[in-house]
């Protein structure tokens, strides 16, 4: 059974810092893309940053280049998500998600996922 297991949210200051983490079971990273998406009310869900397993590459939309960067623990099954310089407008429910692309840019793109994450509320807020 695939699952993803988010952890990492809460609320930070604008300049700051959190890191989101997601666990996942059922799936090798190795072939798989795995990605963070985000969303906020009534706003289209936004792929955020996708890493292909097999070599680490990593899209990252505009929004986030340069403050967040994604890595990974294969021994532990686990991907993050590194956010500096967290602005108000990064405030959202995040989302982990994995599936069999060949592209991480094309998933981020594209946002056809199979297997989703409860998400994670992160709250950027002075």
């Known amino acids: 059974q695939v699952q993803l297991v988010e952890s990492g949210g809460g609320l930070a200051q604008p300049g700051g810092s959190l890191r989101l983490s997601c666990t996942v079971s059922?799936?090798?990273?190795?072939?798989?893309?795995i990605g963070w998406f985000r969303q906020v009310p009534g706003k289209e869900r936004e792929g955020v940053s996708c890493?292909?397993?097999?070599?680490?590459?990593?899209y990252y939309a505009d929004s986030v280049k340069g403050r967040f960067a994604g890595s990974r623990d294969n021994a532990k099954n686990t991907v993050y998500l590194e956010m500096n310089n967290l602005e108000p407008d990064d405030t959202a429910v995040y989302y982990c998600?994995?599936?069999?692309?060949?592209?991480?840019?094309?998933?981020?793109?594209?946002?056809?996922?199979?297997?989703w994450g409860q998400g994670v509320r992160v709250t950027v807020s002075s």
């Open positions: 998600a994995g599936d069999r692309w060949t592209s991480a840019r094309s998933m981020c793109v594209h946002r056809v996922v199979s297997a």
């Open positions: 059922g799936f090798s990273l190795d072939e798989h893309v």
């Open positions: 890493m292909r397993g097999s070599d680490g590459s990593t």
